[in-house]
């Protein structure tokens, strides 16, 4: 496994002409900052978004001290700010946040690397813990494929759980095999930012660790 910081300066220029396939991790990797938080902010505003998260530190410090895993501190972030909103609302504001807000907060060399793939022909996949519900729009305008964390819903109605696991470690690679036909593929390359994506670059031929730093 090769680890590479530029991407837009080695091997992605030249790549082969036999089709490739490209995983990006999205929050740190893309963008600049975590689009989860970013997202309560930008559908409940600042204050109560603060409010909620102060409400919530104990959950939050917990997570980090790593008393509860990834995927409860998340379901019950979910939970608190979403539950019972009608879904209808709920993706509503994820499109408005995927046309509106990500464009904000990505980084350039993420998208000429994106590019880059898109002029050589390769498959592009965005592999995120984050929802799919604010990615697949943003997804669909920069021509990816989207493997994402997934909501539950019941009766209309957001409940703050996830269907299946988070999409996080070592699930992002059980999922991409469920997904993708890997072995049909010349080389295979994986950009990440954190320790939630350790798997993911070790699935590559190419490893890219923060590279549009």
């Known amino acids: 496994m090769e ?27 893309i963008t600049d900052r975590d689009s989860f938080i970013d997202f309560i902010i930008f559908y409940h505003g600042k204050f109560s ?11 939050l410090l917990a997570y980090k001290l790593k008393l509860i895993p990834n995927w409860r501190a998340k379901e019950i972030v979910l939970t608190h700010f979403f539950q019972g909103e009608p879904i209808e609302k709920f993706q509503q504001y994820c499109d408005q946040y995927a046309w509106e807000r990500i464009p904000q907060i ?11 793939h898109h002029e050589l022909g390769n498959d592009i996949y965005l592999v995120s813990a984050s929802l799919e519900n604010w990615l697949s729009a943003w997804c669909n305008r920069k021509g990816l494929k989207l493997i994402g964390s997934r909501l539950e819903t019941k009766e209309g109605r957001v409940t703050g759980k996830l269907v299946g696991k988070n999409c996080y470690g070592p699930e992002k ?3 991409i095999r469920q997904e993708v036909t890997l072995h049909k593929y010349q080389d295979i390359y994986c950009y990440g ?3 939630g994506d350790r798997e993911l670059l070790q699935l590559a031929d190419h490893a890219y660790y923060r590279p549009f730093r």
């Open 193 to 195: 930012d954190s320790s």
């Open 173 to 175: 690679v059980v999922r």
């Open 106 to 116: 990505t980084r350039v060399g993420a998208l000429q690397a994106i590019q880059k």
């Open 49 to 59: 978004a603060y409010v909620g998260l102060l409400r919530l530190f104990p959950i």
């Open 3 to 29: 680890y590479i910081n530029n991407p837009t300066k080695t091997s992605v220029k030249d790549a082969v002409s036999i089709k490739s396939v490209a995983f990006f991790d999205f929050d740190g990797t």
